[in-house]
C-alpha cells in the first residue's frame, strides 16, 4: 500500500475514475524495500479528511530504484473504498495505515486486512488491476 494526501487527479493530470495509470511512487529506504517485488498487489491509500480511504488498486509494475522511487499501475475506483466503511470491519480496524496514519511509504495490509477489500471491489476493477 502507498499512501498519498494528494488526490489521485493531483498525481496523474487527467487521471480519471475508470482508468489505469503508471505513476512513480517514492518508498522510504527500509527493510520494506526488500520485500517488495514486481506484481504485487498495491493500493493507494488517501489520508487526510478529504475522502479518505482506498483510490486505486493495482501492482507494482518495478522494483525500487535507488532514490527509492517504484513504479505502480495503479486503477483508478470509480468509487473510492471509504476509511469509515472500511473500520467498520473489525479485521481492517487495525491496519497499520489506520494505526499510523503518518507512517511512511510503502505501508501494508495482512491477508486478513485485505479481506474486507477485496470483497467491496467490483470483478471489472479486480481485473483492471491484474489481481484477476
Not at 506484481?39 to 475522502?51: D, F, I, K, M, V
Not at 473489525?90 to 470483497?119: D, H, W
Request: aromatic letters at 4%.
Amino acid at each position: 500500500m502507498v499512501k498519498t494526501a494528494a488526490p489521485p487527479s493531483a498525481l496523474a493530470a487527467g487521471w480519471a475514475p475508470g482508468e489505469t495509470r503508471h505513476l512513480q511512487r517514492c518508498l522510504r529506504p527500509t527493510y520494506r524495500l526488500a520485500l517488495v517485488a514486481p506484481g504485487q498487489r498495491c493500493l493507494l491509500w488517501l489520508s487526510g479528511a478529504r475522502e479518505p480511504g482506498v483510490h486505486a488498486v493495482g501492482v507494482l509494475a518495478g522494483v525500487p530504484g535507488g532514490d527509492g522511487r517504484v513504479e505502480v499501475a495503479l486503477h483508478r475506483l470509480e468509487e473510492p473504498l471509504a476509511r469509515a466503511e472500511l473500520l467498520a470491519e473489525p479485521a481492517f480496524a487495525g491496519a497499520e495505515v489506520v494505526r499510523v496514519p503518518i507512517g511512511a511509504n510503502p505501508s501494508y495490509l495482512t491477508a486478513a486486512q485485505l479481506a474486507p477489500v477485496l470483497a467491496r471491489l467490483e470483478p471489472q476493477a479486480r481485473a483492471a488491476a491484474g489481481w484477476v
